[in-house]
């Protein structure tokens, strides 16, 4: 059993939405794009407890906080799910609701044409709904799930009832949320579903609350309560007859046997002993946040491998767990059910899904879409997964992105941003701060097809390369939203002629003084007495031959304010404006006139980065 098609109307952040699923997938995209609501209203129309809950919905559940139009009717929430893969025993148990899923076509078969459901590619599906809306005669919100096929006589519906949803097997895992109750024994928490599969019926509630019942409590006459509950009772028959309110005492509590579904929990040790050698246990959810989403997760295997054919949706299953945890655990989950459905933000968790199962989401002025995160067209599937983690993965998850030309400019831009921010945080921003992710293009003819790439996932898109043939630059306009060149050929060259000499030379020295200068620039070591454009030429060689360590962003990370190439300098401050805009400070509005450097024309040399000597 899977989950094929989802849409939904009017559920929360969402106005419209229509998502289709490709087996184990995951969902991503930037805060508030609604990865959570694209589960949550699943579990709308499958979770076999959801509607138990009350309110089943209230007014923020509705895009906007609409829930009626001008003339005071209801605006519905809908929320449809098509489900293939049935089971056989799912498809006897449905048989009057089955309807044929076209695959290939990603669409229902209208009508019934018997001639057509033995075609490739076509399979059962089941489709059901939920509706939610406000009720103005009960000033209250209803929900109700139903078939959506077929249409009874009377023109309404067949319910879609909790038997039915529990045949289905939909288990929804929020992040954390349900940590403080799974192992409770409240309704619906996880131990509480174990039970229900294996068929176990508790028969201990008597035989808890009967002690409690008999407990003595305050009833030493020191403690003083016992004398006032005497006195409360001489004053009461004064007013009432003498068996009314009789021998008032005090209890451990009023516990029903719901209460104690609620409060009875799992103790686990915490490593610690207490001082008479025993070992200390505390409440489960009083574990740490690891623990606790580890074991919830163990929890979750036990009930996959109960039931089988079950959907997982889980909401980022890596936190507070560690990386080789995480991909143990996506691998665990798929195996032992149907399907699963992540949100997440690791690119661990990422790593473990082909590109078709990875869904970034985009949303516009309340429109949901979902692209399958495909390969891009210029990087073989071999390179695409060595490099995901570095390259691809970050991307996906951020809002915008930095395209570099070279792993200079990777190095260098987000460390020159990060000390613009220390050295004038009023003006300067970091680019983690404003959302960006960088991506090394790894080469000139990387920038437009990855520029391409990654905007079709509605990302805003920054590139920033040294100067590009007049036809190469208009494709890259094509294909990014805003694009920086350089004046000059080599980035290295652009840190090296806009750095003013002062810095570079101090760099240079700290160089030798560390013992870092290599070996085979012996002839060029740099000193207190190097001629400038001898000392350009120098670090010109250095960085080519380290290109990779990040040195150029170790120079850039020693400069003064004014220091800083102006170019760097004026790109990021652009950055900045275009995300976040803001009215410059007058010291600001000139800043192309801060410093004059004097551009030191370097000799070319091969761009072909030399390997460190042994």
């Not at 407890?49 to 209230?58: A, G, H, T, Y």
């Not at 046997?257 to 070992?279: K, P, S």
């Not at 489960?284 to 580890?294: A, R, V």
């Not at 437009?448 to 990302?459: D, E, I, M, T, V």
């Amino acid at each position: 059993m899977q989950v094929t098609r989802i849409t939904i109307e009017n559920f929360r952040g969402i106005a419209h939405g229509e998502l289709f699923f490709s087996g184990h997938t995951v969902l991503v995209g930037d805060n508030n794009t609604g990865k959570s609501t694209i589960l949550e209203a699943i579990d709308l129309v499958l979770g076999p407890d959801r509607l138990s809950r009350l309110p089943i919905i209230d007014e923020h559940d509705f895009f906007a906080g609409r829930y009626l139009d001008v003339e005071a009717n209801p605006v519905p929430i809908k929320v449809e799910a098509v489900i293939t893969d049935l089971s056989d025993e799912q498809k006897r148990h449905f048989k009057d609701h089955i309807e044929w899923w076209d695959v290939n076509a990603n669409a229902l078969i209208e009508g019934p044409p018997p001639e057509k459901t033995d075609d490739p590619g076509v399979v059962p599906a089941l489709r059901v709904g939920f509706t939610g809306r406000y009720d103005s005669e009960e000033d209250d919100f209803t929900g109700e799930t139903f078939f959506l096929s077929p249409l009874r006589e009377d023109n309404t519906h067949t319910p879609f009832t909790k038997a039915h949803k529990r045949l289905c097997g939909f288990l929804f895992l929020r992040t954390l949320r349900t940590g403080s109750r799974a192992l409770s024994l409240e309704r619906g928490s996880l131990l509480d579903i174990i039970l229900r599969m294996k068929e176990i019926r508790l028969q201990m509630w008597e035989e808890v609350l009967e002690p409690l019942r008999k407990l003595p409590v305050a009833e030493k006459p020191e403690l003083g309560i016992t004398d006032i509950l005497s006195d409360l009772q001489n004053a009461i028959r004064l007013l009432v007859p003498s068996d009314w309110a009789d021998s008032p005492h005090m209890r451990v509590s009023d516990l029903t046997r719901e209460n104690l579904r609620r409060m009875l929990t799992v103790f686990m040790g915490t490593g610690a002993c207490c001082e008479n050698g025993t070992d200390h246990a505390a409440p489960f959810q009083h574990q740490g946040t690891g623990t606790i989403n580890t074991l919830v997760l163990a929890m979750l295997s036990i009930i996959a491998e109960q039931k089988q054919n079950v959907i997982f949706a889980m909401e980022e299953p890596e936190i507070a767990i560690p990386p080789h945890t995480q991909k143990r655990i996506i691998d665990s989950v798929r195996k032992k059910s149907a399907q699963a459905l992540f949100t997440s933000h690791s690119p661990y968790v990422l790593e473990e899904f082909q590109p078709p199962q990875i869904l970034v989401l985009k949303r516009d002025n309340g429109t949901v879409t979902g692209i399958p995160a495909d390969f891009p067209t210029t990087i073989k599937p071999k390179q695409y997964r060595e490099e995901f983690r570095k390259r691809f993965a970050e991307a996906l998850l951020a809002r915008r992105i930095l395209l570099t030309e070279g792993r200079t400019e990777y190095d260098v831009f987000p460390a020159a941003a990060r000390r613009l921010h220390e050295l004038a945080p009023e003006t300067y921003d970091t680019l983690e701060a404003l959302g960006i992710a960088v991506v090394d293009a790894a080469t000139e003819t990387q920038v437009a097809p990855l520029g391409q790439h990654f905007r079709k996932f509605g990302k805003t898109i920054f590139a920033v390369f040294d100067m590009q043939t007049p036809e190469r630059r208009a494709e890259i306009d094509t294909c990014v939203d805003h694009a920086f060149e350089a004046a000059e050929k080599g980035f290295e060259k652009v840190i090296l002629n806009g750095t003013p000499e002062v810095a570079l030379r101090k760099f240079a020295i700290g160089l030798v003084a560390d013992d870092e200068w290599p070996t085979h620039l012996a002839s060029k070591t740099p000193t207190e007495t190097t001629e400038l454009d001898a000392l350009q030429d120098a670090l010109l060689d250095y960085f080519r031959w380290s290109k990779g360590a990040g040195n150029a962003a170790d120079l850039i990370a020693i400069c003064a304010l004014d220091e800083i190439p102006l170019f760097i300098r004026e790109t990021l401050l652009t950055i900045k404006q275009i995300v976040a805009p803001t009215t410059p400070p007058p010291e600001d509005e000139a800043l192309s006139d801060e410093i004059t450097t004097e551009i030191i024309e370097v000799e070319p040399v091969d761009d072909t980065p030399t390997a460190p000597d042994a």
